[in-house]
Structure formats: structure tokens, C-alpha cells
């Protein structure tokens, strides 16, 4: 089966409640000393046998060039292919005809972490980043302007690739 | 006031002081217990923040509680409503009252500079009340407990709640009879009610678990059904009927049921290693029964080495309470009510006749009272359990059905 479903065996004859019953006790009672499986989060991110896939889409991140400034050129194309419509963006134009984004806001509160942004940027600017701890005092903060959006250094989802579909 | 009666206030402060700091301190350990406990059988860790090991989760959540809005349902009847938690607490509490948990301790005559002579006659007996009908007490009050569930029940003026409570009375009325049937046959083998009686009875020949090995099996098994405890919580059932009797509760009123559960729980677990694990007995071994005249290190040492014993035996049914809550599903109604009248009374009935008999053939024999008289009854007992559960055991399959195997049916 295509991800490993265990099949239980369910017996059909010759089981009674009452060993059943004492056979579960000492089932209960084996796991007591297993290992446990709970990972002390804030301290422990990881385990050897788990860890955030690179494939995760978490609040964005934009980035920069060598001189520190945005990648975006803005085209357009992220807006336009946002399925929740969070992207603001407000193109501007300098003296050499370089287009660069004057209003650059992320609203995550509306974003739905698609990942289509990523797809679509052709200047590979915008991404989605891997990155899950968000919490904020006050709603506003959830909207990233392009400082914040830069500024961020967690690092960006590989999203999933087609020719790969299963990561390795 | 007379020395006797100053020894009298100072004896009885200690010994309700020491039982009721053992029992609530003892609900804050058991309820870390079973969430560690809990934890631990399904490969977590459970609380372990707050404090060392998360010892005061339990203290933080009872602060939590008492800190909490009193709520008033708007159809509640008040004065039953607030009744409801205060019976429930006060009961689960009372049990320990005659629970003798150590050896006693000498007696004394001492003067201090102020307050003067301190006397107390004869050895101090470690039980808040040596009463002489301690045995029929236990029974009277333990089924008082469900009072409060009932009446929490019907006050609340919730349907789930009242279904809660009318569960409750059903099931403690089948179950209460099992449970005093086991005693009987504790009784018959002590030949009376005190519990430090029992205790004695027990020194002298076997702990009961050997001489009625039935009784306990059955005693431990209406005890599960008396505190309300999975598989038979059936008052609370959290699928069926949202938390059963206490649904409307909240705030510290909530936390007294909680408690009073624990505290139920505790003092079972007390019962079952005072009647069947010789109380504060330590096995293999005289030097913890001698009588003490006067106060040394040995009868300190005394005290507290029985006063280990019986938190050790008490402790492991407390362990086993957690253990079974985590093993088993909860039963369905008529499930429980067949079990309770279709199985345990007759099996006690039985067992209290043929118990009757050996104790009269062995009283005829002229056995004496002593470990041979323990293992002669052990004897009797070992063919009792195999017929048991053979009679448990047959007939009675998970699945009668013959399942479908690789998509044919078979048989």
C-alpha cells in the first residue's frame, strides 16, 4: 500500500473478555517504559526523526541583492495570482527606468501560504519562508511591509518539485 | 483542664491534622500521578513544567480554579446545587476517619512550662477514630458519597446532568451489594467490625488476600464501580452526556467534586490494603506488632516503618486504579448492569456460603488461628477462582461470527 498501512489482525475465535482484559493490562503496562515520543518544543525544534520539511510554507520572505536592496522588480505578477488577494503592491520607477516597489505589504493574516507568489516571481524575490512562530502582540504587526519582508533570515521553502514528488 | 483532657486535644489534633494533610496533599500526588501516569502508558511525558517533574501543575490549576467565576445556572436550585460539592468532599474524606494507618504509638505523661501536664493513657491507636463499628461506618458513608452526585445532578436543572446522577444511583445500588458481600467474608474471617481488629486478625494468621482471595477480586472490582472510576464512570461518561452530573459546575465548586473523587479514591485504596494486605502489617516479621510501654527510638522506628508499609501497599492500588483507567473502555449501561447483578452477587452469594463453611469446618477441625488456618482457607479458594474463571472465560468470545478472510467468506 502506496504509505504503509498496518493491518491489524483481528482474532476471530477462542478470545474472551476476561483475557482480553489482562492482555490489555499488560499492554498498557509494556509502554510504560517505552521511549516517549514527546518533543519538548520550545527548547527542542527537532528530533533524529523528525524535523520541518524544506518543502514548508511559512510567512514570506524577500530577498535582497548585494547592494541590500530588494529583489522585486515590481511586475505585478505576485498580486495578480494571489488567491487571497494579501499582496499590496505599488510599483515605482527611478531615473534609469528601474522598477522597484514603492508599497510592498504582505497582509498574513489573509494569506493562505499557497506558495503561488513564490511560483510566479520571476526575479525569484518574494518566497515562502520556513518559518512557523509568528506571534504577535497586536493585529496590525501581521501586516509585513517590504523592511520586514527583507529583513527576515529563516530560510525559504524549496516548494515541491514535479519532477520529485516525493522530496528525495 | 485535666492532663487527660489536654492529652486528649493534643493526641486527636495530631492524628486528624496528620490524616488530613496525608489526604489532601495525597489528592495533589495522586492527580500528578494519573497525569503522568496517564502519560507514560501512551508513550508521552505529561505536565512537567510547572515545578520539579511538574509537581505543582495541580497546585497551579487549583489556584487557577479558585480564582475562577462562581457560576450560577439560571435553573439550578441554589441550596441543593452548593450542597451537592460539600457532600461529595465530605464524604470522600470521612472514610479515612477509621483507617488506622500505623502502629500506635506509646503512651505519655509529660509536663511543659506553660501549658502543664500532658497525659494520655494505654498505646495511642493511629486512627482518627477507633470506632467500634468501623466496618459497618465505611459502608453506611461510602454509599452517602453518592448523594452528592445525585443531588448535583438533579440541582443542576441539565439533562445530561440529571442522566449523570440517575446513572450514579443505579450503579452504586448494584454495585453497593457486591461490595458489602465481599465484606461479609472479611468479616466471617475477622469475626469483628473494628478495622484495627481486622488488622490483628490478619497478623495473627494471613493477609486476607490469601484467605479470601474472591472477595478481593470482587471488593476491588465494586470499588472501581464505588469511585465512579473507568471502566465504570458511566456518571460522567464525557462521550454521552458532555461531563455527566458535574456539566454545570465550575470554579472551586468543580474542583471540590474533583477532589472528592481523588480523596474516594485514596481512601478505597486504603481499604483494599487494610482489609486484604494487612494494613500497616509488615510482612515476615513480629517486630511491628509488639506493644509499646514506652517512648524510644524503636517505637518511632516503629511508627514510621508501618506507617511506610501501609503508603507503599497503599500506593500500588492507587497505581492500579491509574493503570486499569488507561487500560479499559468504559462498559455500556446494560453491560454494567449485567455484570453487576448477573455476576458479582451471585458469585459473592456463593462465595460468602462456601467462605461460611470452611471458616465453620476449620472452627470444628479445631485449627488454630494462626498461618495454617490462612493457607487452609487458601486452599479453598484456589479451586473457587479457577471455577470462576472458567465460567468468565467460556462462551463468551469477542466475535461469535466467523470474519471474512481475503475477501471470501469463510465458515
Not at chain 2, 452517602?144 to 446522577?165: N, P, R
Not at chain 2, 452504586?172 to 475477622?190: D, P, T
Not at chain 2, 510501654?293 to 524503636?298: A, D, H, I, R
Request: aromatic share 12%.
Amino acid at each position: 500500500m502506496a504509505i504503509g498501512v498496518k493491518v491489524v489482525r483481528r482474532p476471530d475465535e477462542g478470545v474472551s473478555y476476561l483475557r482480553a482484559t489482562l492482555k490489555g493490562m499488560a499492554l498498557t503496562l509494556s509502554h510504560l517504559l517505552r521511549p516517549k515520543v514527546t518533543m519538548q518544543y520550545p527548547e527542542q525544534k527537532s528530533t533524529a526523526d523528525w524535523s520541518i520539511s524544506p518543502r514548508w510554507r511559512g510567512t514570506h520572505r524577500m530577498l535582497t541583492d548585494e547592494q541590500g536592496r530588494a529583489k522585486c522588480v515590481a511586475c505585478g505578477l505576485c498580486p495578480q495570482i494571489c488567491p487571497a488577494n494579501c499582496i499590496k503592491l505599488v510599483p515605482g520607477e527611478d531615473e534609469q527606468g528601474h522598477r522597484y516597489p514603492l508599497i510592498y505589504e504582505i497582509d498574513e493574516f489573509r494569506c493562505v501560504f499557497c506558495g503561488y507568489c513564490q511560483e510566479v516571481c520571476p526575479e525569484e524575490a518574494i518566497h515562502v519562508g520556513v518559518h512557523y512562530e509568528n506571534s504577535e502582540y497586536e493585529r496590525s504587526r501581521f501586516v509585513y511591509d517590504l523592511e520586514r519582508l527583507c529583513a527576515q533570515t529563516h530560510p525559504v521553502s524549496t516548494l515541491w518539485d514535479p519532477t520529485d514528488p516525493k522530496g528525495e | 483542664m485535666s492532663p487527660e483532657l489536654k492529652g486528649f486535644f493534643l493526641v486527636n489534633t495530631f492524628r486528624i491534622g496528620l490524616v488530613f494533610t496525608l489526604v489532601m496533599v495525597g489528592v495533589i500526588m495522586v492527580i500528578w500521578v494519573e497525569r503522568r501516569g496517564s502519560a507514560f502508558l501512551q508513550d508521552r511525558l505529561g505536565p512537567n513544567r510547572v515545578g520539579p517533574l511538574g509537581l505543582l501543575q495541580n497546585v497551579a490549576d487549583g489556584v487557577k480554579n479558585i480564582m475562577k467565576e462562581e457560576t450560577w445556572p439560571t435553573q439550578a436550585d441554589r441550596g441543593l446545587f452548593l450542597l451537592a460539592p460539600a457532600l461529595a468532599f465530605c464524604t470522600g474524606l470521612m472514610l479515612f476517619a477509621v483507617i488506622p494507618f500505623a502502629a500506635p504509638l506509646p503512651p505519655f505523661d509529660f509536663t511543659l512550662p506553660i501549658l502543664g501536664q500532658f497525659v494520655h493513657a494505654g498505646p495511642i491507636p493511629m486512627v482518627v477514630a477507633d470506632l467500634p463499628i468501623g466496618f459497618l461506618f465505611i459502608l453506611a458513608i461510602s454509599s452517602l458519597g453518592v448523594y452528592g452526585i445525585v443531588l448535583a445532578g438533579w440541582s443542576s436543572g441539565s439533562k445530561y446532568a440529571l442522566l449523570g446522577g440517575l446513572r450514579a444511583t443505579a450503579q452504586m445500588i448494584s454495585y453497593e451489594i457486591a461490595l458489602g458481600l465481599s465484606l461479609v467474608v472479611v468479616l466471617l474471617l475477622a469475626g469483628n467490625v473494628p478495622l484495627s481488629d481486622i488488622i490483628a486478625k490478619q497478623q495473627q494468621t494471613t493477609w486476607f488476600v490469601f484467605a479470601a482471595t474472591l472477595a478481593f477480586i470482587l471488593f476491588v472490582i465494586s470499588a472501581f464501580a464505588e469511585t465512579n472510576r473507568l471502566p465504570f464512570d458511566l456518571p460522567e461518561a464525557e462521550a454521552e452526556l458532555v461531563t455527566g452530573y458535574h456539566t454545570e459546575y465550575s470554579a472551586m465548586k468543580f474542583s471540590m467534586f474533583f477532589i472528592a473523587e481523588y480523596a474516594a479514591l485514596i481512601t478505597m485504596s486504603a481499604l483494599m490494603a487494610t482489609f486484604f494486605f494487612g494494613g500497616w502489617d509488615i510482612p515476615f516479621t513480629a517486630w511491628d506488632e509488639q506493644v509499646r510501654t514506652s517512648w524510644s527510638l524503636g517505637a518511632l522506628l516503629q511508627f514510621g516503618l508501618t506507617h511506610l508499609a501501609f503508603f507503599l501497599k497503599m500506593s500500588f492500588f492507587i497505581w492500579v486504579y491509574v493503570w486499569v483507567r488507561w487500560t479499559l473502555p468504559r462498559f455500556r449501561f446494560d453491560q454494567l448492569m449485567a455484570l453487576g447483578w448477573k455476576v458479582m452477587l451471585p458469585v459473592a452469594l456463593t462465595y460468602v456460603l462456601i467462605m461460611a463453611s470452611a471458616v465453620l469446618a476449620l472452627d470444628r477441625l479445631g485449627v488454630p488461628a494462626d498461618w495454617r488456618w490462612g493457607m487452609a482457607l487458601f486452599a479453598v479458594n484456589i479451586p473457587v477462582l479457577f471455577a470462576v474463571f472458567w465460567m468468565l472465560d467460556r462462551d463468551r468470545l469477542i466475535t461469535t461470527q466467523r470474519r471474512t478472510r481475503g475477501g471470501e467468506a469463510i465458515g
